[in-house]
């Protein structure tokens, strides 16, 4: 049995279960859950049936696609319902966020997004597609209520929790007080950081089960977005507040009429056990929309719905097609990110498209890519305050040199405008997308010049997630996630993979930065205690000063001290570790090394940032 052929459960409901154990059965339930993964599972329609052993069964129960209650989850043993198996199932399954879209980026698998990170499942946000948030902007003067403090208070608790504890110390039980503290701020009209405690209990649950997708650094962002949004949530006001808040339904707003022009369809793929596709368009102004289709089944799914008809008025096309052709929309919806409605009033009909070298599309390759790279850091920084718009594409003409061997495994090389090397890497490795094949096959032919569209990535380096490129022999566009490439298609046909020559990593190659960041991450995988237990970092503290991060030099001190830190009583004894002090200096780590290395990469695609985002202020105990 694996997670993805469960059913999505509920955070309350999960967290309800592990509650209710004793603690006897809660000390055994990791173990359990480990068990139970073993065991064989079948589904019948809304039912999916776990053989516990050869005469007891477990049923979780999910009209919709979701176990919504604690009942839904029954078993057959003698010691039912107080048993474990109910609550080691609900810890096996998916966490289900049916108030939340998912964002549809393959490169954030691990971590579905911040005030996300995590679902695009067809809902009712799209049908009721001019429906208003649940909190908008916010008066000037207005504040956190009580109930919503407390509920930040009880996010920050469990985040600190997890870092005590770090991956191997965080079971069930940690990650149900995070689901509870997830759905308590739900309830309490904080999304955003719902969504991030929600995203950090994916993550964990994907590093104790070696899913060989997860990302340390995944974990670090989702923790630093859940702690910091829970801080902020008793210091912020106003417009400030709202943004803290974040917004519970995706808002639509009327567009008019619009005339699209298909760019190309990805795939899309969560960890929530989300499958499906997103079709990229273009408005005559250059303007980008995304149509989508995601619903719970994961890769299956996406490869299936690429061929279907989107769900847009009454358009024949299917998702693939519109990749390519365009459309002639009348009463369009519209969110803030580009994400078109598909409510009653909207009336869609097929028209003709354009290729990428014909206006209005050409235009996009026209802009210097150093301003593509601005505009697409502010989009995908990772702990900025959504503001809606914006994209993290860029749209390159480039040449390929080669393929670039890296720990994390083979990228392919590329020459863009200005003599800037780009590494170009894959969206996602599972073997039913045609994404590392289409990428390796590249690598044989070097030379070649196409033209290609791609998300950035945040790095100390240029480097794009590679999505979609023009066709080699210059006929047509290649979906990259769908579309397979042959030796054929290659102007010549290369014998092997061949290996670009070896060329400057950035800017900021040779930044000491990752002192820092390497404590960071530390600190999330092993927990405090680890990090304590590494003594004088002084010679790490000077490196960074010397490099002139004086900064960086001084959170990286104040971090190893506060691990170390163990006060003792009148008697000798050791009392409690001061999580919430140690909690916030691990923050402002976290939160000052993104925002340098974010600005590490603007310089080395050329451009400088206009506002860095900046560490937050965390109240750090200095003794």
Known sequence: ??????????????????????????????????????????????TVTIAVDDETELRLHAPGG????????SCGCLLAPACVHRAAAACAAPTADPAREPTGDTSARTAPEAAPHAGEPASAADSTAGAAPAHGTAPSSEVASPAQRAAAGALWAAGAAVLEAGVDGAGAVAQAALLRAAHTARLRHLPRAAGAALSVVTLLRAARAGDPSYRTADLVTALAELLGTAHRVGTASGAELAAVRGLARRPYSPDGSLRLYGLFTEPVVTDSGHGGVRTWVAGTDGRLCTVGDVAPGGVGRALGVADRAVRLGDCALTHRELGRAGLAVSGATLSPDGRLGAGKGVRAVTARGAAWTEPPLAALWQTPPSEQAARALRSASRFADSGGGGSDLLFLDVELLGAVREPGGTCLLALCEGGVPVRLTVADDDPALAHRDNLMLLATAPGTRLRIIGRLVPALHPRLVLLACSHPTGEGTIDLGFDRLRRADLPVPGAGVHLAPPVSGGFGAHSPLHLLERRAEQTVTAGRAALGMLGDVSAEARRLRRAGLPTAAGLLTALCASAARRGRDPFGRLLPADTDGFAGHWLSAARYASAVSESLCAAAWGTARESPVAAPSVPVPTS
Do not use: N
């Open 1 to 46: 049995m694996t997670a993805a052929q469960l059913p999505p459960v509920a955070p309350e409901v999960t967290a309800t279960l592990v509650e209710d154990l004793s603690p006897r059965l809660r000390k055994r339930l990791d173990a359990a859950v480990t068990k139970l993964g073993a065991r064989p599972a079948h589904r019948d329609g809304d």
């Open 66 to 73: 979701v176990v919504a209650t604690a009942d839904a989850i």
